[in-house]
């Protein structure tokens, strides 16, 4: 076969959804194993509905994924004398035909059949009459009275649909723009497009679109048609199910390659393996593996999976991934060392960039606001001592380290004969202002010596005098 030439056609009516994002990952997949190309056409034909901002959204996401194009993006609003040359060349051929059938006529022509238990259709009234083009004409394809029209589905099998059972169905409107399937066919044959990987919602179209590239003398792409994304109810997946854009789940704070890896497991496998690194997915995808039955998208998969990609990339990669979401909460990063061992003490307990940010901004604050509920369980009068020893023992350090800070805390003890929780806990309050944080060394190794002493001497200041 010649060089793999896949697409994604998006129409730009709303938001880039799960199941068109996974659409155009399996084909970019591909493409990239193959060593192919991957364009991207944006199919805004439906003026009324398309938009700019739903351009934009669907540029957004698809960056936002890395998911890159080679050719593109191309624009159908702008390929109309492309599509009327190949209607004309229909027409010529014999293959179209002129129709002046009202769609009141057309209806009453399906009832007709219907009535007399046969399949709704447009019973071919103009088919040789031999009209020409005029005033509220439409253009129909002529296909053919026998035989079936045969989708060697690549996912699916073979599926054979019956020639007589499909209409002699409309390719140009009466107000001359192409229909969706001459646009796609002439599309995808202008554009060197040879593989077809799409929803299994569009299958109705497949032999339609067959029988376009026949009367063109064209060969047919390789088509696969991947079963839908459902949600929990086993429905399609739908804003009821929760969150259904790609831009929602960059706002929760997936990470793209955890995105990417959760997307391609709805409905491909490499054996048992869950986990999947970019570089692995483009090495190991292949169609072979797609599966022929729905998925069921599962939010606490995607979590549990987004967690372990937050784990297995380095802390640079991750406080940078983190600065745009401390941003939204009002923080800059100034030092990056220092957010990168505030990312270290925090992966192993973070599901999402969200969660990190949230649990994180302690590390960046200025000023801590306190629990007020922590304060009076946590820094009582017996913590005083310790407190301010610990404080007066970190300044001096010589050697700011774990092993260091481990010392000095067993001194303490050692001196006020506490077991470790009795002076962590407080501790714990002094630095973030809760009771909840990451471990106590590499918390204070990530706040750094200066900040840490300033924050517990200033926790002290809250305790109050011992009762006489």
Not at 9 to 32: K, M, Q, V
Not at 251 to 279: C, K
Request: aromatic share 8%; net charge negative.
């Amino acid at each position: 076969m010649d060089t793999v030439i896949t697409r994604f056609p998006p129409s730009p009516t709303g938001y880039l959804h799960i199941g068109g994002a996974r659409t155009a990952l399996f084909n970019w997949l591909w493409a990239r194993k193959t060593g192919g190309k991957f364009v991207l056409r944006i199919e805004d034909t439906d003026e009324v509905r398309s938009t700019k901002e739903s351009v934009d959204a669907i540029f957004e996401s698809l960056k936002w994924l890395e998911i890159d194009w080679d050719e593109g993006p191309f624009f159908q609003t702008q390929r109309y004398p492309i599509y009327r040359e190949y209607i004309q060349k229909l027409v010529d051929s014999g293959h179209a035909y002129y129709c002046s059938c009202t769609p009141e006529e057309v209806d009453a022509m399906r009832e007709e059949a219907k009535a007399n238990g046969k399949r709704p259709m447009y019973n071919g009234k103009c088919r040789e009459l031999n009209l020409e083009s005029g005033k509220n004409m439409v253009v129909r394809l002529r296909v053919p009275d026998n035989g079936a029209t045969v989708v060697e589905d690549v996912v699916k099998g073979p599926t054979s649909f019956q020639n007589s059972e499909i209409d002699d169905f409309i390719i140009q409107r009466s107000d001359g723009s192409p229909t969706y399937n001459l646009a796609v066919v002439v599309d995808d044959l202008t554009m060197g497009i040879n593989t077809i990987l799409r929803g299994d919602d569009h299958l109705v179209n497949t032999p339609k679109q067959i029988l376009l590239y026949k009367a063109l003398g064209a060969e047919p792409p390789i088509f696969g048609h991947v079963p839908m994304v459902l949600g929990h109810d086993k429905s399609r997946l739908s804003k009821r199910h929760g969150a259904t854009s790609v831009e929602e789940y960059r706002d929760l704070g997936i990470l793209p390659d955890a995105m990417l890896n959760y997307l391609v497991r709805l409905g491909w496998s490499h054996g048992d393996q869950e986990f999947f690194t970019r570089e692995e997915l483009i090495e190991k995808f292949d169609i072979e593996h797609i599966g022929r039955s729905a998925s069921m998208f599962d939010m606490d998969k995607l979590m549990a999976l987004n967690a372990k990609h937050i784990q297995a990339k380095s802390n640079e990669e991750i406080a940078e991934a983190l600065s745009p979401y401390l941003a939204a909460r009002g923080i800059e990063i100034k030092n990056p060392e220092a957010a990168q061992l505030a990312v270290e003490s925090l992966k192993p307990r973070s599901k999402t960039l969200v969660e990190m940010a949230e649990a994180s901004l302690f590390y960046f604050q200025e000023t801590l606001d306190f629990d007020e509920k922590a304060v009076k369980k946590f820094l009582k009068p017996q913590a005083l001592e310790p407190l301010t020893e610990s404080a007066d023992l970190i300044e001096a350090l010589a050697d700011f380290t774990e092993p260091a800070l481990e010392e000095i805390f067993k001194q303490v003890m050692e001196k006020h004969e506490l077991k470790f929780g009795k002076i962590a806990q407080p501790l714990r309050v002094a630095l973030t202002g809760k009771t909840v944080s990451p471990g106590i060394f590499e918390m204070i190794l990530a706040l750094g010596r200066e900040k840490t002493v300033s924050r517990i001497r200033e926790a002290v200041k809250l305790i109050p005098p011992a009762a006489e």
